[in-house]
C-alpha cells in the first residue's frame, strides 16, 4: 500500500486518549508476554497502539501542569477530563469545545486564555516518546513489515506529533480517532484499519498496553497482543517469522 494516512475530516480535535490514555491501566494477571493465538492464520501486519506503546503515557509533571492550568481540585478535574474525552478522541468536538464541557463538569467557566493554557499543556503532557520502540519501528519498517498505526487521539495532539516525528511516515496506515471517526474499543475503528489496509482480521498482530483494547479487537478476529515492554514485545515477534525485524 501507498503510505497514507487515510484521513478523514473531520472537526479538528479528538484525543480519543481513552486510549492508551485513560487512566486505568489494568492488565489483569496475563503478562502480555505470549501471543494470543487463533488457528488457521499467521499475521503478517502489525497495528500499533501509540500511546503506552511507541509514546509515553503523562509524566506526573504534565499532569500536575494540566491541574494548575485549570486551577480546579485535582480529583474532579479528571473525573471530568476523562469522563468526556472519549468523543474528544473521536473528532466529535475541538479542543475549545472540550474544554469548555470540562469547566462546565466542574460548575465553572475556562475564559479563552486559559483553554489555550490547557490545550498547550495538554499537548506537552502526551509529547513523550520511547526512543526504544521508535527504533524497533524504524527496523521493522527498513526489513520491509506491514506495520500501521491506530490512535486514540485528538486533533491537536495529532498535528503535534506530525510536525515533530518523523518516524510516522513508517506507517502505511495511520488511524487517528479524531479523523477516522471512531475511537477504541469501539469495534468501528479494527474495522477501519482492516479496510484501510485491505486485509482480513487474522492477518494482523494488534499491539496496545490496554486490555480492553486488546480483547476488542479479538473480539474482531485480530490477533492481540498486550504491550508490557519492547523487550518482551520483540521475543513475541521472534516467535512469527513473518513479523520479525
Same mark, same amino acid.
Given at each position: ?7 478523514t ?31 488457521g ?5 502489525l ?25 480546579v ?26 474544554? #469548555? ?5 466542574l460548575?465553572? $467557566? ?5 483553554? !489555550?493554557? &490547557?490545550? /498547550? @499543556? ?21 526489513s ?17 506529533y ?9 506507517f ?15 469495534p ?9 489496509l ?16 486488546? #480483547? ?7 490477533? $492481540? ?5 519492547? !523487550?518482551? &514485545?520483540? /521475543? @513475541? ?9
Open positions: 500500500m501507498n503510505d497514507t494516512t487515510h484521513h475530516n473531520r472537526p479538528a480535535d479528538s484525543h480519543n486518549h481513552s486510549h492508551s490514555h485513560s487512566h486505568s491501566h489494568s492488565h489483569g494477571d496475563d503478562p502480555g508476554d505470549t501471543l494470543r493465538t487463533t488457528p492464520t499467521t499475521p503478517d501486519i497495528l500499533f497502539d501509540m500511546f503506552g506503546v511507541i509514546a509515553r503515557h503523562q509524566s506526573d509533571a504534565g499532569r500536575a501542569r494540566l491541574v494548575a492550568a485549570a486551577g481540585p485535582e480529583a474532579p478535574f479528571w473525573e471530568a477530563y476523562w469522563g468526556l474525552r472519549q468523543p474528544y478522541d473521536r473528532g466529535d468536538v475541538i479542543g475549545s469545545g472540550y474544554w #469548555r464541557q470540562v469547566a462546565d463538569a460548575g465553572t $467557566g475556562f475564559k479563552p486564555e486559559r483553554i !489555550a493554557r &490547557l490545550i /498547550e @499543556a495538554d499537548i506537552a503532557s502526551w509529547s513523550g516518546v520511547d526512543d526504544t520502540m521508535v527504533t524497533l519501528i524504524g527496523e521493522l519498517a527498513a520491509g513489515r506491514r506495520i500501521a498505526l491506530l490512535s486514540n487521539i485528538p486533533e491537536e495532539l495529532a498535528v503535534h506530525e510536525e515533530r516525528h518523523a518516524w510516522l511516515k513508517h502505511q496506515v495511520r488511524a487517528f480517532s479524531c479523523r477516522i471517526g471512531h475511537a477504541k474499543p469501539e468501528g475503528a479494527y474495522r477501519w484499519c482492516l479496510d484501510a485491505g486485509t482480513e482480521a487474522g492477518r494482523v498482530l494488534f499491539v496496545d498496553d490496554r486490555e480492553e483494547n486488546v #480483547r476488542a479487537a479479538e473480539a474482531g478476529g485480530l490477533r $492481540g497482543h498486550l504491550f508490557t515492554t519492547p !523487550a518482551a &514485545l520483540r /521475543e @513475541a515477534l521472534r516467535k512469527e517469522p513473518r513479523l520479525s525485524a
